[in-house]
């Protein structure tokens, strides 16, 4: 079974479908599900480098006003009635619907809680908002996503950025700033950015499968078969399927009537953020805890990027003062900032 949204789908071969083979492919740190492949002719191959549609029973046809109409993403028009594209689109979205539908239910019924954040922070940094349905599919919808690749948070970001990218950021014995909503969506944008230049301001599907399986391996295919169209580049699987399946998710979330998707959102993520506390000795998250009256789970879920087995804000990082922001449930930011002032953990007046 596969339990998240970023798996690689079923191929099934041409005609006839195949038995079903289990495989491990070190993709993304899954076990994942494949078909077996009937060889393709010579004269496909000939064909030129358009990449051939998996065949599909499709339970869930495209609405018509997707699939009559001209389709956007990323404001790019997708060519949605070519018949390769509408197949591929379409296996991807019965893909979600059936064989993760209920990672894609909890993950839709939560979607409101950040998606304002996310779209403001790519909008801000000059990234097309539809870059927001790439973070489920990379992340499978978990904050603290970590890949056997070492991707972490939601944009499964490898490595932090530094200097170069415009921003600091660290990994350490006591947080991952990968896991900051604000910092890890801002170094993603330097990524995504820095991709599409040196790719000859690609296209954004076509830079998106490349942050995915690797800017030098889409160069070097783009090179190999002469063109710069996601559609007809014989991209990896992974990066394929990925890239598809953030056009299948904003096609199924924009109408969700349509396939009978129907529950309450949760309500937007908002909190208090004490910032500037400048800290005269450690202070551990179930201090916090204690001065708001919550769990300490909750003090660690609106500050992802501590450490749990750290589980604390040091006064000193190397020797050197450190200045925090630390996030608090809505209305509780006062509340906090007076127990700090009253147990002496702070030596100046921080901001709320």
């Given at each position: 079974?596969?339990?998240?949204?970023?798996?690689?789908?079923?191929?099934?071969?041409?005609?006839?479908?195949?038995?079903?083979?289990?495989?491990?492919?070190?993709?993304f740190?899954?076990?994942?599900?494949?078909?077996?492949?009937?060889?393709?002719?010579?004269?496909?191959?000939?064909?030129?480098?358009?990449?051939?549609?998996?065949?599909?029973?499709?339970?869930?046809?495209?609405?018509?006003?997707?699939?009559?109409?001209?389709?956007?993403?990323?404001?790019?028009?997708?060519?949605?009635r070519?018949?390769?594209?509408?197949?591929?689109?379409?296996?991807?979205?019965?893909?979600?619907?059936?064989?993760?539908?209920?990672?894609?239910?909890?993950?839709?019924?939560?979607?409101?809680?950040?998606?304002?954040?996310?779209?403001?922070?790519?909008?801000?940094?000059?990234?097309?908002?539809?870059?927001?349905?790439?973070?489920?599919?990379?992340?499978?919808?978990?904050?603290?996503?970590?890949?056997?690749?070492?991707?972490?948070?939601?944009?499964?970001?490898?490595?932090?950025?530094?200097?170069?990218?415009?921003?600091?950021?660290?990994?350490?014995?006591?947080?991952?700033?990968?896991?900051?909503?604000?910092?890890?969506t801002?170094?993603?944008?330097?990524?995504?950015?820095?991709?599409?230049?040196e790719?000859?301001?690609?296209?954004?599907?076509?830079?998106?499968?490349?942050?995915?399986?690797?800017?030098?391996?889409?160069?070097?295919?783009?090179?190999?078969?002469?063109?710069?169209?996601?559609?007809?580049?014989p991209?990896?699987?992974?990066?394929?399927d990925?890239?598809?399946?953030?056009?299948?998710?904003?096609?199924?979330?924009?109408?969700?009537?349509?396939?009978?998707?129907?529950?309450?959102?949760?309500?937007?993520?908002?909190?208090?953020?004490?910032?500037?506390?400048?800290l005269?000795?450690?202070?551990?998250?179930?201090?916090?805890?204690?001065?708001?009256?919550?769990?300490?789970?909750?003090?660690?879920?609106?500050?992802?990027?501590?450490?749990?087995?750290?589980?604390?804000?040091?006064?000193?990082?190397?020797?050197?003062?450190?200045?925090?922001?630390?996030?608090?449930?809505?209305?509780?930011?006062?509340?906090?900032?007076?127990?700090?002032?009253?147990?002496?953990?702070?030596?100046?007046?921080p901001?709320?």
């Amino acid at each position: 079974m596969i339990t998240g949204l970023s798996g690689t789908t079923p191929r099934r071969e041409s005609g006839r479908m195949s038995g079903i083979v289990r495989r491990a492919v070190p993709a993304f740190g899954l076990i994942l599900l494949s078909m077996v492949l009937a060889a393709p002719s010579p004269i496909a191959i000939a064909a030129g480098p358009i990449k051939e549609s998996p065949a599909t029973c499709s339970r869930f046809p495209l609405p018509e006003a997707v699939s009559e109409k001209p389709f956007y993403f990323c404001g790019e028009l997708v060519p949605i009635r070519r018949n390769d594209v509408h197949s591929r689109i379409l296996y991807q979205t019965n893909f979600l619907l059936l064989d993760a539908r209920s990672v894609l239910t909890d993950w839709i019924s939560d979607k409101s809680k950040h998606v304002w954040l996310l779209e403001e922070l790519l909008v801000k940094e000059g990234i097309p908002k539809d870059f927001v349905w790439l973070a489920p599919i990379l992340s499978g919808a978990n904050l603290k996503s970590q890949s056997r690749q070492a991707g972490v948070g939601w944009w499964s970001l490898e490595k932090s950025c530094d200097p170069a990218d415009g921003m600091d950021m660290s990994d350490d014995t006591w947080h991952d700033d990968r896991l900051d909503l604000d910092l890890a969506t801002r170094c993603f944008s330097a990524k995504i950015k820095r991709i599409r230049k040196e790719l000859g301001d690609a296209s954004w599907l076509m830079t998106a499968a490349a942050y995915m399986s690797g800017q030098n391996t889409v160069q070097d295919l783009m090179r190999r078969w002469n063109t710069g169209d996601f559609w007809d580049l014989p991209l990896p699987d992974v990066a394929e399927d990925l890239t598809v399946r953030c056009i299948a998710l904003k096609i199924i979330y924009s109408n969700r009537d349509y396939f009978g998707l129907k529950f309450k959102s949760a309500p937007p993520f908002t909190c208090d953020l004490v910032a500037d506390v400048a800290l005269t000795k450690d202070l551990p998250v179930a201090e916090v805890a204690r001065m708001v009256g919550i769990p300490s789970r909750v003090v660690l879920e609106l500050n992802p990027k501590l450490k749990p087995s750290s589980g604390l804000f040091p006064a000193q990082v190397k020797g050197k003062a450190h200045v925090h922001s630390i996030a608090v449930p809505k209305g509780k930011g006062s509340v906090l900032l007076e127990k700090l002032k009253m147990d002496g953990y702070v030596m100046q007046s921080p901001k709320s």
